[in-house]
């Protein structure tokens, strides 16, 4: 099947006053009708940036080169107001903090089917009739008198749902989540996981979902990709990379998730921190923390994304035993 | 009923709540509702008219026939107060509009685009900003010649670049703000955005502005009419009248007292609702219990 959204060597880099940030620096990744495809990484690996400026959406201070093909469409040679018509019609947004992701004077109903009067030319009363038809797809109740109201007679859960249901407007082929449960408790979490899953069951929407948590990647993607200081260090199926996780990387983020039988044992953690943007390492960027530490080899020579398995790449001269131990 | 109509009575009630907690703006309110009153029916609620001229009545202090006296010309001084709240009201309310629509337009711009665009129109702004309000008024008038609608077209320049200046500090936070992103990446224009999303979110402030404005644009005009730059005799005015009383402080007193006070309360009036609405519209302020009683 052809690739909903596929980037192709992709670099974001920022112009700063202390020199050229590369936040993205060569990545590669597609997701196709109905798969979830799940970016993770820490702050600053550049899984956002890679996504924002796949759709146009970069800051204007950002210098974006590859090739990104929505829907079979190349759209990095496109003019903006044509890339803006694509991206409102095809891709669906739905950001982190659904407190500051709508308009506080604008009533629910109003900011739901925004995108539809733009791109669909719907009237003001079909565009309510759709507004209470999309809240109460994502399980708003009395959608119809809650259309009315304002964000802040909603709370925080609530709100995220508003925010989908704005995302889903226009139908899209495409729904781009980035961290869309950071902000809200461990309950409502599980919710709108739960909820996202379900409407991409019933309309069959390919998901790309930024996140940090591997929990909630393990329960809903289909495919992840790892992405260390801009770079993809390991991709592949979500079973497969979670079974035998090739990277020292992929491995060291598995074992530092909490895990509640352990009871009071102390958290891992991975020494040190990521490179600056500003001054990428030659070699692996990964290595100054690597558990493995290889040689010479992995500090000055980067290394290639190389097949482990069908559809499994890893970026490392040393990938971990398949076996599923990690160092 | 809808919770939107909740809503807009809840806020209604909260604004009238506050005005009753508050007897300033309520008297402040109510001056400026007489002024309206009589600035829309002057000259039909005038005891005489405004340019009866009576020889024989010169200089009559106040009395029962004329509360507020008479003129050198033994015109009736009530009346012409009175008339004169219409053209008060006029230039102000013309001279803030078109700062308003003007200053809010470049603001717009200035901040949403920022870059050379915000350098340019913002540094236009800090030039007029830079003169005092009379002086550019002045010299507006004097370019353009003494009259009322060159008054209401200078004091309108001399309070545009305080609109660009409130309207872009607003953009600037607000088009940082997620939900301008998330406006932007359902692809709507630019021009959308500005209306529908930044726009009603920096209202609050505009509204006080255009309040506080409202009483400055009203000093202006007298200032301007005081130094014969404004409205033309004999049609009155309160500034000019102010001036042609100024010979006679001594001997009658009420010829500068009337109009100078009309001229006080006016401002008085404008600035006290300004203050209130401030306190409505910016719940940042609500104290806690106020902000408990509107939520309950």
Redesign the interface.
């Known amino acids: 099947m052809k690739p909903v959204l596929a980037v192709e060597d992709l670099t974001v880099t920022i112009g700063t006053r202390r020199g050229p940030a590369h936040a993205v620096a060569g990545v590669d990744w597609a997701v196709r009708p109905g798969e979830t495809l799940a970016l993770v990484g820490e702050s600053g690996s550049g899984k956002s940036m890679s996504v924002l400026a796949a759709?146009g959406?970069a800051p204007r201070t950002a210098r974006v080169a590859g090739r990104v093909h929505l829907l079979g469409t190349e759209l990095t040679g496109l003019g903006e107001d044509r890339r803006?018509?694509l991206?409102?019609?095809h891709?669906?947004?739905v950001?982190?903090?659904p407190m500051?992701?709508?308009?506080?004077?604008?009533?629910v109903g109003r900011?739901v089917t925004?995108?539809a009067e733009?791109?669909l030319g719907l009237t003001r009363r079909a565009a309510r009739s759709r507004a209470v038809e999309l809240l109460e797809l994502v399980g708003i109740p009395s959608a119809g008198?809650?259309v009315?109201?304002?964000p802040h007679?909603f709370s925080g859960g609530m709100r995220q749902r508003v925010?989908i249901a704005?995302?889903l407007?226009?139908e899209p082929d495409l729904l781009i989540a980035d961290e869309p449960t950071t902000a809200l408790d461990v309950t409502t979490q599980a919710q709108i996981v739960e909820l996202v899953a379900d409407l991409q069951r019933r309309l069959g929407t390919a998901v790309v979902w930024i996140t940090h948590d591997l929990g909630v990647v393990a329960g809903i993607a289909d495919t992840v990709a790892v992405m260390y200081a801009g770079r993809i260090l390991e991709q592949g199926p979500v079973d497969a990379v979670f079974a035998t996780p090739s990277h020292p990387y992929t491995g060291a983020l598995l074992a530092a998730r909490p895990d509640p039988a352990a009871g009071g044992a102390e958290l891992v953690t991975i020494a040190g921190a990521p490179p600056s943007p500003l001054d990428l390492p030659a070699g692996c960027a990964f290595w100054p923390r690597c558990p493995v530490r290889g040689d010479a080899r992995c500090e000055h020579e980067l290394p290639p994304l190389v097949p482990v398995s069908a559809g499994h790449q890893v970026r490392t001269f040393y990938p971990q035993p398949s076996d599923g131990e990690r160092q | 009923m809808s919770e939107r109509t909740i809503n807009r009575e809840g806020q209604l009630r909260r604004a009238l709540a506050a005005l009753r907690r508050d007897p300033l703006a309520l008297t402040g309110s109510l001056v400026l509702a007489v002024l309206v009153v009589v600035g829309v029916g002057g000259s039909w609620l005038a005891p005489s008219g405004i340019n009866e001229v009576n020889v024989d009545q010169m200089l009559q202090p106040p009395s029962w026939a004329h509360p507020f006296g008479t003129d050198e010309l033994g015109r009736d001084v009530l009346s012409r107060v009175m008339v004169a709240a219409r053209v008060s009201l006029q230039v102000g309310l013309v001279s803030v509009g078109i700062a308003l629509v003007v200053g809010v337009t470049l603001g717009l711009f200035a901040g949403y685009y920022r870059g050379w665009l915000d350098n340019v129109l913002m540094r236009c702004m800090d030039v007029l900003f830079a003169f005092p309000v009379l002086l550019l008024a002045v010299a507006i008038v004097a370019v353009l010649g003494p009259g009322l609608s060159t008054a209401m077209v200078a004091i309108g320049v001399v309070y545009t670049p305080i609109f660009a200046r409130v309207t872009r500090a607003g953009v600037l936070s607000v088009r940082e703000q997620v939900f301008v992103r998330a406006a932007v990446s359902v692809g709507a224009s630019d021009l959308r955005i500005m209306r529908r999303h930044v726009l009603p979110n920096i209202a609050a402030p505009l509204i006080v502005q255009t309040s506080l404005s409202l009483a400055f644009a009203i000093l202006s005009e007298a200032a301007l009419s005081f130094l014969g730059l404004g409205v033309q005799p004999p049609d009155p005015a309160w500034g000019r009248m102010l001036f042609d009383g100024r010979g006679f402080v001594t001997d009658a007193w009420w010829l500068g007292f009337f109009p100078g006070a009309a001229i006080f309360l006016t401002v008085l009036a404008f600035n006290l609702v300004g203050d209130a609405l401030r306190d409505v519209l910016d719940p940042r302020q609500l104290t806690v219990s106020e902000a408990r009683r509107s939520t309950a």
């Open positions: 759709t959406l803006r018509q991206r409102g019609r891709i669906g947004f950001f982190q903090d500051t992701s709508l308009n506080p004077v604008l009533t900011q925004e995108a733009e791109h008198q809650r009315d109201a304002y007679q925010v704005m995302a407007a226009c």
